[in-house]
């Protein structure tokens, strides 16, 4: 058993692939591993901006050997009248490393049984890792030098131990050694490393926290006691991506105390935070009490006590941060020295969407679409339409301009120091929600109706301005400009989380014919069915791990948009008892059905005159005592539906449907059309 060791340093990488290159380098090895049939007991990838770090623990030396047994030509070819070997069978040894003694006659044919020596671990090591790592992948990857190889940033170096001797490697001009750099300001900055073993606490002496759980653990205790010292406190749950974007950018994190003066506490603490979080990757913290305070701590890459530089770090971050929320504080007061309700007339000059008209005119739509869900929900609240109609007013505001990841929050703000009530002004942020697909939803009435006719409103404001040949131009796995696919997510969480009994079909309508009517734009047959497509395609994705596709597919059936809860409640039905014997012969029966009415349409019904035999008469008494299935629970259509697998089945059994007479086999193809439309209400068989 041997430990190995691979760092690749090189100048600073992109924090946000730092941790999908740790990923990337364990799978391959893992791969390399499995495919040359190399055990070992544990495998990490540690990481820092500098430095991605392999280290593997009771590694095998080599491969196990191999007895392979390999079939050759057929007897007849394998051997000559004497009963010696032919050349074919001379040459299929040759071919396979084996002499002829180790040749032997099996079911006719002749064989060859050779041992494979495994090859040394070391060696298989020396043959893969360059293209290990030249087969990684991220995003803006680059050729440096004159080298045509592809990598992220330029490496520096390669230290490539095996046990405690150098694993000869040479990656682009690169030599393997058992030397590596440490922290740039370190006094201990060039390390010799022993072994795997040794390595992470050879690099510690040089001030490199190469662990990075440990290196995040040292962000936490060292800023939360330094908060404490001041009897102010973090929460990181506030400030995970900081945490994380931290703990990749730094080698050996040291928390500096920084201060702002306290009038900048006057503008909202929505916008302090994302100066300092977002802009700044400072941590703020707050009093015991919850009010934020003036103090924030950076976390510095730094070495050593040299008191002057921490105070150069510290006045640097105190006027960085001070200019940004000068920008703050002037852009506050000049914005509230009016109502927020006059910010809507500048939103004539702001463009939603080009050939879409302004932000105004999709104001206007979110008006107008709130007041329709409202009525389909039955709620009478003024509150709606006002909060609709100053939902993007905050857009014309400076701070909002600045700051845009603001929008909603600063409209929230502006709306009380105008005077609205905290339900439009709560409504006014959350129509915003959720900021992504698993982000936090509206938690009133007002919020979730107008978040989701926003929502509606771009994505058919998107899909009927790619009508014709712009429909290439439509959201695609890489593409999706206005964010319509995590738009589409949203509505539908938004109704499912809240049981809202909604027809989003005719809301998606009604927005579609307000747009094409307000920009004159001819609205396309299919336009309606593609932006519905698109809607049910983010709802399979949302339970694609609860569900088979052959339960959602099946679920699909119909239409579940005019009652997403419906579809949630018949596919968990449905995966319920997709295994119990009467919903499998329900569905044999159905597939019947389905089948032989596939491609064919009947808009009259079954006339009971043209009915000759017992068997059509019973199956259509059948279906006329079933009555409407409309409304009904999922549960007792499907009971109502197992009474029709006795007369499907003798009518299948007893009649022939393509009768010679045209009248009777249309009249039967209409009864069976009948039957289909009750069958696909509850779902599409064929998928079961």
Request: aromatic share 8%; hydrophobic share 40%.
């Amino acid at each position: 058993m041997s430990d190995f060791l691979l760092e690749i340093l090189v100048q600073e990488l992109p924090y946000k692939f730092i941790p999908d290159a740790q990923k990337q380098l364990k799978e391959a090895f893992e791969r390399l591993f499995e495919q040359y049939g190399i055990e070992y007991k544990t495998l990490d990838v540690q990481a820092t901006p500098r430095r991605l770090a392999v280290m593997i623990f009771g590694l095998d030396d080599k491969q196990k050997d191999i007895l392979k047994e390999s079939r050759g030509p057929i007897l007849s070819i394998a051997l000559d009248d004497k009963g010696n070997y032919t050349p074919a069978a001379l040459g299929f040894a040759k071919k396979n490393g084996a002499n002829e003694k180790d040749l032997y006659k099996k079911d006719n044919y002749i064989w060859a049984k050779v041992e494979i020596k495994g090859k040394s671990t070391k060696e298989i090591l020396s043959e893969n890792i360059e293209n290990i790592i030249f087969k990684m992948q991220g995003a803006h990857f680059m050729r440096w030098g004159n080298h045509e190889q592809k990598f992220s940033r330029p490496i520096e170096n390669i230290l490539a131990l095996y046990n405690d001797d150098i694993l000869p490697l040479k990656v682009l001009d690169k030599t393997s050694s058992n030397k590596t750099l440490g922290h740039r300001f370190s006094p201990n900055r060039e390390v010799c490393v022993k072994n795997a073993g040794s390595y992470v606490d050879d690099l510690k002496k040089a001030h490199v926290i190469v662990n990075v759980d440990e290196r995040r653990n040292k962000i936490v205790e060292s800023a939360t006691k330094c908060a404490a010292s001041i009897d102010t406190t973090i929460d990181f749950r506030n400030y995970e991506d900081l945490l994380e974007e931290v703990t990749y950018i730094t080698e050996y994190p040291v928390p500096v105390l920084c201060e702002f003066d306290k009038r900048y506490l006057e503008i909202p603490d929505i916008v302090t935070t994302t100066v300092m979080s977002k802009h700044q990757r400072y941590f703020p913290l707050h009093q015991k009490d919850g009010k934020l305070s003036n103090h924030f701590i950076t976390m510095a890459n730094f070495v050593g006590d040299d008191k002057e530089s921490m105070e150069n770090i510290k006045a640097g971050n105190q006027r960085v941060v001070s200019a940004r929320l000068e920008d703050g504080i002037f852009f506050y007061k000049e914005d509230t020295k009016e109502p927020l309700e006059n910010k809507i007339e500048d939103l004539k000059g702001m463009t939603f969407q080009k050939g879409l008209g302004t932000l105004f005119d999709k104001t206007q739509r979110i008006v107008t679409l709130s007041d329709e869900i409202s009525k389909q929900l039955n709620v009478k609240n003024d509150n709606i339409k006002r909060a609709a109609l100053l939902c993007k007013a905050d857009l014309g505001t400076k701070l909002v301009f600045e700051f845009t990841e603001l929008q909603g929050f600063i409209g929230e703000n502006y709306a009380l120091k105008s005077g609205e009530n905290k339900a439009v002004a709560l409504a006014i942020k959350e129509h915003y929600f959720p900021l992504n697909a698993y982000g936090e939803l509206p938690s009133a009435v007002e919020g979730q109706i107008i978040s989701i006719s926003d929502k509606i409103d771009t994505i058919c404001a998107l899909f009927i301005s790619t009508q014709g040949k712009m429909k290439k131009k439509r959201p695609t796995g890489s593409n999706d400009p206005l964010g319509a696919r995590r738009a589409a997510i949203g509505i539908l969480r938004i109704v499912l989380s809240n049981n809202l009994k909604l027809n989003l079909k005719n809301i998606i309508k009604s927005s579609l014919d307000m747009l094409s009517k307000e920009f004159e734009t001819e609205l396309e047959n299919d336009t309606m069915t593609d932006v519905c497509d698109f809607i049910l395609n983010r709802l399979a994705i949302m339970y694609e791990k609860e569900f088979t596709q052959n339960i959602l597919k099946a679920s699909l059936a119909g239409n579940p948009l005019s009652d997403i809860e419906g579809f949630l409640q018949k596919a968990r039905f449905l995966n319920k008892e997709a295994d119990k014997e009467s919903f499998k012969k329900l569905c044999e029966a159905a597939n019947r059905v389905l089948r032989i009415t596939k491609d064919k349409e009947m808009s009259n019904l079954p006339d009971e005159k043209l009915f000759v035999l017992e068997e059509e008469k019973a199956l259509y008494s059948a279906i006329c005592a079933m009555g409407n299935l409309e409304g009904l629970a999922i549960k007792d259509c499907v009971n109502k539906l197992e009474g029709l697998v006795g007369p499907i089945n003798n009518f299948f059994d007893k009649v022939l449907v393509m009768d010679k007479d045209e009248k009777i086999k249309n009249n039967r193809i209409a009864l069976l059309t009948l039957l289909k439309e009750k069958l696909l209400r509850v779902c599409d068989f064929q998928y079961l």
